[in-house]
């Protein structure tokens, strides 16, 4: 397998040749939700790079959070839609691998980006290793402790590529830690006020809490606001994914830390490399990109709003 570097992705400043525009260059991009801003700020990646190259883009987007039938619905409509490529993250990737593996079948290259889909010939994968970033973040908080405390873990969607690795991160770097107690694990779906919820619940079941652990920004962002109802902001809160809305509470002092995973990054390599694809190039089978630890000392980049970034430059082609 071709696999392109994160040091490799953001150092080249190469840009790929010209190539001939494919005559249609729609482009069906899916994402799992409309309130996680990480997904908001992977849409408005994939627009610019695809403006950047003259193509045209339709989201799919479930209007329920993370809905499995919902966003499999949305597949087989793109199935019979047949676009000129599609950029594919699955909600459950069990449940939605026949369905991508049809519409593969059928002639349209897919790209894989986002969190891994499943046994299916895509052109590309574009993503994170979220097992490294989970176990990275949760060291960070285990020594800002001293090595020693009870921890909350605030899980993602269980049964999701994303959220598992990122709990067996979070597993692992506690099994190097020995001071270190999990006290509670508990899925929150990626989304805000289920982890405020369920922050409230497990507060009223252990009265010290050390620190908490969460796969994504809004959860982080939920605990935060929960810990603060209860007069208990000073538990160190540490995240996944590095939103602006989360970047200004590492700013404020709520989060401690947060581990990139920057889905505008994510949504402009994939999008580039899919037009790429159709045009003729030879484009990377996969390209994993780097995840920086976003604390006070370096937060200033991840503070400005998606809609203001620019995508990096093209990699090479292969």
Known sequence: MRRVTAALVLATMLAAPPTARAADETIAAFSKNQVDPHFEGLRIGVDQAAAALGATVRHYVPTRPNNIAEATSQLEDVVAAHPAAALFMAVDARA???GVQRLIASGVPVVNYNDRAGDAPFVSYVGQDDFALGKAIALHLFDHLGGRGGVVILEGVRGSTTGDDRRRGFEAAARERPGIRILASQPANFQRLPALQAMENIMQRYP??????????????????????AGRAN???????????????????????IAEFNGFRIGCVAANL?????????????VLLPGA??????????????????????????
Do not use: K, Y
């Not at 991840?302 to 203001?308: E, I």
């Open 293 to 318: 630890i976003i604390t006070r000392a370096n937060m200033a980049e991840w503070l400005v709003p998606f809609a203001q970034r620019r995508c990096p430059p093209p990699i090479p082609a292969t």
């Open 208 to 229: 010290r809490i050390d620190g908490v652990i969460a796969a994504a920004d809004a959860m982080a962002l939920g605990a935060v606001e929960a810990l603060a109802a």
């Open 235 to 257: 538990v160190p809160v540490v995240s996944i994914n590095g939103v602006p809305e989360a970047v200004e509470a590492v700013r404020d002092g709520r989060i401690l830390a």
């Open 96 to 98: 939605q691998l026949p």
């Open 274 to 286: 899919a037009i790429r694809h159709l045009r003729g190039e030879n484009v990377p089978r996969e």
